[in-house]
């Protein structure tokens, strides 16, 4: 129901829309952190969505919604990045339909949680055909979008109670091949030394072994020209 009053342009009770109001705060942010050399960019908001007008909503909604706010980031002075994500829906697979902001500077951050939409009560399902399809797919959309993919999420369940973690570490391993091949970068879900069940981590910070091993892997930090291709072969080390 929040969501839904968000997206609809319910008014608060002063009269101010409740868009209009994240908007601000979102110029007051803007405004703090455009000359900061930490701050590389700037994720309007998780996952968004508003499962009543799914079907219309990034047309709609969405993207009107992230032209605004591209609007008053740039209206702010802030060079930063823009990053957009797509509809939650988009974790199960499903087809996002990009449409271009009108700036140059944007990063797509889809969440590829291939065969398990991040779900807690998923296992990665091993099939490596699917994790493919999941990133030409993802590719597709970032040039649609005009803009450039990194992955703004991925990983799976990791707690010892799910047995899931060697399924995980498969996925993870399957989804770096994909990244490599794509030569893009990547947040793995996720590091909560407070205890959760994606986290790689427990609450003594005694790591997932297995999911770490197949995250961790070496990179070139510079490249003499333009890099075509990457692969990293966990089992014999070839880089």
Known sequence: KAQTDFWAGVKGPDGVSLIDHYLKVWKRIAERYR???TVIGFD?????MDLPNATTFEHESLYPFY???KDVIRGAGAPQLIVLEPPVIRNLGLAA???PIGDPNTLYAPHLYTTTGGLPTSAYSGD???VRKDY???????VAFESVLWVGEF???TSEASGFIPKTALGV???MVEQNAYRVGSALWAFFPGGDVFSVVDRDRKECKPVLDAFISPYPRMVAGHLDSLSWDQDSGAF
């Open 35 to 37: 000359d900061s050399k």
């Open 44 to 48: 309007f908001m998780n996952e968004p």
């Open 67 to 69: 032209r605004r706010a």
């Open 97 to 99: 339909k990009p449409e």
């Open 128 to 130: 490596r055909s699917a």
């Open 136 to 142: 030409e797919r993802a590719q597709d959309e970032a």
């Open 155 to 157: 990983g799976g369940v």
């Open 173 to 175: 391993r399957h989804a």
